[in-house]
């Protein structure tokens, strides 16, 4: 079974509007982060922000904000005022504690684009 | 300050040929190391993971392997590439296994098995 679900492959937002992208995530541990990375044409992966399934209240680094909702085991990114460099892929990701490697298990992304 | 360098960014190789690819991690010790693979338009694959040298987990069965001869240095490999080795591959480092510790990646390298 898939740990993270992106159920969006690509989306359109329009310059300087706000726009969600999905993620779901199964897991049986009490314990676990959840990441969201942002990955330009140039394949760079770039952290953005991090959710602690005991942090109460939702992440937030600048126009970047975290909807966690762990009773569905969602947790969506919100970017506010988008602009044009946002357009690229985005994946969540998630580590749990029972994890020895300590790796990350990632969705398939979503590759947003923004229309000028 | 810690850095990961990667390389090649790019390599066409052929069919049935061998493969190296290199990752180091400056700035830190005792790093967790990861190899990564995207194939186009998809997701993130775990590969293989280190936690110290000469220690090598594999997340899936497959035609590369990987070895850590430095505590620093993390190298994949395949001694013959077939055409679905193609992609794009990151390597990553980790330091503590704290849940919040994030994955720093490098640059990666384009794969295009011919």
């Known amino acids: 079974a898939q740990k993270i679900t992106q159920t969006q492959p690509g989306m359109f937002v329009q310059e300087k509007e706000a726009v969600t992208l999905d993620c779901t995530y199964d897991?049986?541990?009490?314990?676990?982060?959840l990441f969201w990375y942002k990955q330009p044409s140039s394949g760079e992966m770039i952290f953005l922000i991090y959710?602690?399934?005991?942090?109460?209240q939702n992440a937030t680094e600048g126009r970047y904000s975290l909807n966690f909702q762990k009773a569905r085991k969602s947790a969506n990114l919100v970017i506010s005022a988008s602009q044009l460099g946002d357009s690229a892929m985005y994946f969540c990701?998630?580590?749990?504690?029972?994890?020895?490697?300590?790796?990350?298990?990632f969705g398939g992304g979503t590759r947003l684009m923004v229309k000028p | 300050s810690q850095t990961i360098h990667q390389w090649p960014a790019t390599l066409v190789q052929p069919v049935g040929s061998p493969l190296s690819l290199e990752c180091t991690v400056e700035?830190?010790?005792?790093?967790?190391l990861y190899w990564y693979r995207q194939a186009a338009g998809r997701g993130l694959q775990l590969l293989f993971y280190?936690?110290?040298?000469?220690?090598i987990s594999s997340e899936v069965p497959q035609n590369l392997s990987a070895s850590r001869p430095q505590d620093r240095q993390f190298i994949l490999s395949s001694k013959k590439l077939l055409l679905s080795d193609s992609g794009f591959y990151l390597c990553?480092?980790?330091?503590?296994?704290?849940?919040?510790?994030?994955?720093?990646f490098g640059s990666g390298t384009q794969l295009s098995v011919l």
């Open positions: 990553a480092w980790s330091v503590t296994i704290l849940t919040n510790e994030k994955l720093f």
């Open positions: 897991t049986s541990d009490q314990s676990y982060g």
């Open positions: 959710q602690g399934s005991y942090d109460e």
């Open positions: 990701a998630m580590r749990e504690t029972d994890n020895a490697g300590n790796m990350l298990t």
């Open positions: 700035g830190t010790s005792n790093p967790n």
């Open positions: 280190s936690v110290g040298i000469g220690q």
